[in-house]
């Protein structure tokens, strides 16, 4: 199957998965009458369930995958191991100690020039950046990938312990239920706001990523050799690590803490497309685009009436047993 039918498929699962997200719920609705209600056309309950519910949470799903599948596949170019993930550079971590942070102290919004602003956001995006920051700081000049992993493993393992240390000392249970319900992962209080916010950023990060991915199809050659070929690893790096604190710090702003889609979606796009990194990461955006919507929708699915399936634990059921697959694979090669 040429490569061409490959990518049209991949597309149309990602129409797909946002039809079926528009179409399913508590609610059922036909097929044919999604795109006339997202142009206000058809029922009014219709409509209001598609445009004020479902879009945004399907945007916002699409937006997220895409982010998440993209920085996956760019840290397993740049680290050429298969089994780094996103959460490897500590982003997810330092952006959830950032909004369980605002959480604690109960302020989740700051009126500024007449604005509003939600301050578990915009403290998850605080929290990201500054993750990028102690990353680039520790890793100092050391140009290589094994360097940044470490500052990664190091200043993540320290986000999540003051993370735990917060919940330790929660002034009341509905706070540290709060904060515990925020880090499993859901988008079910999405809005367009929120999307258009996480898109941007997003938008940002995934150019940030795709240019670095010429280079890293350079770097597969190894450090010495593109370094010969007029490859400055400073940029590659710089490129790598702003663009995945942009993609997934926005991502755990809007959503909470969404893993594992960043370690498998790469791996699935290598078998069918290869390993090019320059074409697996759009690629993987694709393909994490299209998972997440798809496993939103089963979470939407499995919930009961006073029973919430959260995003986070979902994929995380999906994630745990293919990396632990792909461990069991590495250890025997």
Known sequence: M???????????????????????????????????????????????IVQDLRAPRTAL????????????????????????????????????????????FGVRTWRVFGFNIDMVTAAALMGAGLGALLILAV????????????????????????????????????????????LMGSLRNASYDGAILCGALTIIGLGLLFLAGPNLRTLSLGEDTARSLGVSLVRVRLLLVTGTALCVGSGVAAA???GFIGLFIPHIIRALFGSDPARLIPLSALGGAGFLVLADTCARMLSGQGTQIYLGILTALIGAPFFIWLALRESRS
Request: glycine share 14%; proline share 4%.
């Open 61 to 104: 799903a699409l937006i997220i995958g895409a982010g998440l599948g993209a920085s996956g596949a760019a840290l397993q170019g740049y680290t050429r191991n298969a089994l780094a993930d996103p959460g490897i550079l500590g982003f997810s971590a330092t952006a959830a100690f950032g909004a369980v942070l605002a959480l604690y």
């Open 256 to 258: 909470g803490a969404i």
């Open 139 to 182: 890793a100092g000049r050391r140009q290589g990938a094994t360097t940044l992993i470490l500052a990664g493993v190091g200043v993540g393992a320290l986000a999540t312990a003051l993370t735990g240390l917060l919940m330790n000392f929660a002034p009341n249970p509905w706070a540290l239920s709060e904060i515990v319900y925020w």
């Open 2 to 48: 040429s490569n061409g039918i490959k990518l049209g498929a991949l597309i149309l699962l990602c129409i797909c998965a946002a039809l079926a997200s528009l179409s399913i719920g508590a609610l059922s609705i036909p097929f044919a009458d999604i795109v006339p209600a997202l142009f206000g056309i058809g029922e009014a309950n219709h409509i209001t």
